[in-house]
């Protein structure tokens, strides 16, 4: 069994930035990739990024590309999520997830495909 635990999150101002972590234990963790997920009050939750372990190969929603950076520490079994720039919008609940099997990076956008997730951090951005 993968445990993942999220934090980082908290209350920051409009243009503002916040680091979340993700940090993975339970077992020897080589999953295929690591993913960030958010759900905001009455939506879907939406896919946000995600990064291949060995490759370190990274996606990113259109809503956050050039604003968001997801990066690793393997060393660590961590994954982070550097958030700047932030906007209201971005308010909501942050999940981190890990994937198992290598099914292609299409697959990476969808939560359904993800084996294991955190119980989330809040992220809230006053304007």
């Known amino acids: 069994q993968v445990q993942l635990v999220e934090s980082g999150g908290g209350l920051v101002q409009a243009g503002g930035s916040l680091r979340l972590s993700c940090v993975a234990s339970g077992r020897t963790f080589r999953s295929y990739a690591m993913g960030w997920f958010r759900q905001a009050p009455g939506k879907e939750r939406e896919f946000v990024s995600a990064?291949?372990?060995?490759?370190?190969?990274?996606y990113y929603s259109d809503s956050v590309k050039g604003r968001f950076t997801i990066s690793r520490d393997n060393a660590k079994t961590t994954v982070y999520l550097q958030m700047n720039s932030l906007k209201p919008e971005d308010t909501a609940v942050y999940y981190c997830a890990a994937k198992d099997q290598n099914s292609g990076s299409y697959f990476l956008r969808f939560g359904r495909y993800y084996d294991y997730w955190g119980q989330g951090t809040q992220v809230t951005v006053s304007s």
């Open positions: 990064m291949t372990w060995s490759a370190g190969s990274t």
